[in-house]
């Protein structure tokens, strides 16, 4: 299938979110950082417990990303297959995010199998948050249940 092209525009305002121990910090656009907000919040107070796994990302650091990869020896099929090309990652925009809930191993289909995810596909649409890449997406990326957009 065809992959859905899409030039993503870099973010240029950018809110913390959240920062880990090791001091990695995750940024989203001004109106995706309150609906995150307001999404964790509510899962929460209802016992439901994700974090952000990866949110902005500069088309630089894809480059990065992508470029490390070849080095440990990928090929390049195989890494786009997973990786977007630098410019055309939802990650450009600030919107999309990667999330993540304990007993889960990150950035895999199992997460699908997670109550987070369950609360996801019930409720993230009241804050603005879709899947972007369903099973058999349009866009012919693999099933990505970890990654949700934020479209207001
Ligand atoms: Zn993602």
């Known amino acids: ?6 030039l993503q525009p870099e973010a240029k305002d950018l809110v913390l979110i959240a920062a880990d121990e090791d001091g990695r910090e995750y940024h989203l656009e001004p109106h995706a950082a309150g609906a995150w907000f307001k999404m964790h919040e509510t899962a929460k107070a209802q016992g439901i417990d994700f ?15 992508i470029q490390r990869k ?20 939802e990650h450009h925009t600030g919107r999309a995010i990667d999330i993540g809930t304990e007993n889960c191993a990150l950035l895999e289909e199992a997460f699908e199998q997670t109550e987070s995810f369950q609360w996801l596909v019930q409720y993230a649409k009241q804050f603005g948050f879709i899947m972007s890449f369903p099973r058999n997406n349009i866009y012919g990326y693999q099933y990505e249940p970890w990654h949700w957009y934020y479209q207001g």
């Open 1 to 6: 299938m065809e992959r859905g092209l899409v």
């Open 51 to 65: 974090f952000v796994v990866s949110a902005f990302r500069s088309v630089d650091r894809q480059v990065e990303i």
């Open 70 to 89: 070849k080095l440990s020896g990928l090929p390049l099929e195989q890494i786009l297959a997973v990786s977007a090309i630098p410019g055309y990652s």
